[in-house]
């Protein structure tokens, strides 16, 4: 049975972009069946393009389009992870997974870089490891 995992931050453009195609790299080496989603409260109309670029350069493709979070998608998640999203703005009372990363404008490698061992270590902590 798949897990749902939504990653949610302000725009759905950058850092859940990234946290989705690094976790979906990460589950699918540890033989995790999950389904993804990305949102965030205040949607850009397109995925950033700095960001989009490094992850194609990094050989990735990023499977989705910024969208509004919605009840639906909280409603639907097994774990619901916050890249630097205020929980307030997440509609949901289940537990949000917060993880702290730098600005990708104050830092683009070191958010990448962050945001990368997190998926890593959420889809071992998710498989068991």
């Given at each position: 049975m798949?897990?749902?995992?939504?990653?949610?931050?302000?725009?759905?453009?950058?850092?859940?972009?990234?946290?989705?195609t690094?976790f979906?790299?990460?589950?699918?080496?540890?033989?995790?069946?999950v389904?993804?989603?990305?949102?965030g409260?205040e949607?850009?109309p397109?995925n950033?393009?700095n960001?989009?670029?490094?992850?194609e350069?990094q050989?990735?493709?990023?499977?989705?389009?910024?969208?509004?979070?919605?009840?639906?998608h909280?409603d639907?998640?097994?774990?619901?992870?916050?890249?630097?999203?205020?929980?307030q703005?997440?509609?949901?009372?289940?537990?949000?997974?917060?993880w702290?990363?730098?600005?990708?404008?104050?830092?683009?490698?070191?958010?990448?870089?962050i945001?990368?061992?997190h998926?890593e270590?959420?889809?071992?902590?998710?498989?068991?490891?």
């Amino acid at each position: 049975m798949s897990q749902h995992i939504l990653f949610v931050c302000p725009h759905a453009a950058g850092k859940s972009l990234l946290a989705a195609t690094y976790f979906r790299a990460a589950a699918a080496r540890v033989g995790l069946d999950v389904v993804i989603t990305v949102a965030g409260p205040e949607p850009d109309p397109q995925n950033m393009a700095n960001v989009q670029q490094a992850i194609e350069r990094q050989g990735y493709t990023i499977g989705w389009k910024p969208q509004l979070i919605d009840q639906s998608h909280t409603d639907a998640a097994d774990v619901i992870v916050s890249v630097g999203c205020d929980p307030q703005v997440i509609p949901t009372s289940k537990p949000i997974v917060a993880w702290s990363t730098p600005m990708l404008s104050d830092d683009f490698n070191a958010a990448m870089n962050i945001i990368y061992a997190h998926a890593e270590a959420l889809a071992g902590e998710l498989a068991g490891r």
